[in-house]
């Protein structure tokens, strides 16, 4: 299974981007999909999840600026960001909890390549 992330790039305060992360290979289905980030000198901390069904929960440095969706047809999960400030600048990492059957069943972690996001003037 792998997790290709795209759409980060270079952007001012208060401007917007939108990530996407896109699963292909082997799996059943997937379970809760999410975004983390690792800001420079600091832990990689969890963004935002989303669950198979749609539940979203956000961190609150994030909640009300950023939104989290899945196209489950797509197997692909975005990031809109809003409002980005300064302190939004990291590499966004996506991930997915996939679920296996047949050889070797069962819930595997599997993490994208991470996407930088910077916000500079």
């Known amino acids: 299974v792998q997790l290709q992330a795209s759409g980060g790039g270079l952007v001012q305060p208060g401007g917007s981007l939108r990530l996407s992360c896109a699963a292909s290979?082997?799996?059943?289905?997937?379970?809760?999909m999410d975004w983390y980030r690792q800001r420079p000198g600091k832990q990689r901390e969890l963004v935002a999840t989303i669950s198979s069904g749609g539940s979203t929960d956000y961190a609150d440095t994030v909640a009300g600026r950023f939104t989290i969706s899945r196209d489950n047809a797509k197997n692909t999960v975005y990031l809109q960001t809003n409002s980005l400030k300064f302190e939004d600048t990291a590499v966004y990492y996506c991930h997915a909890e996939v679920e296996r059957r047949g050889y070797a069943p069962g819930n595997y972690d599997y993490w994208g390549q991470g996407t930088q996001v910077t916000v500079s003037s």
């Open positions: 290979g082997m799996f059943f289905s997937i379970n809760h």
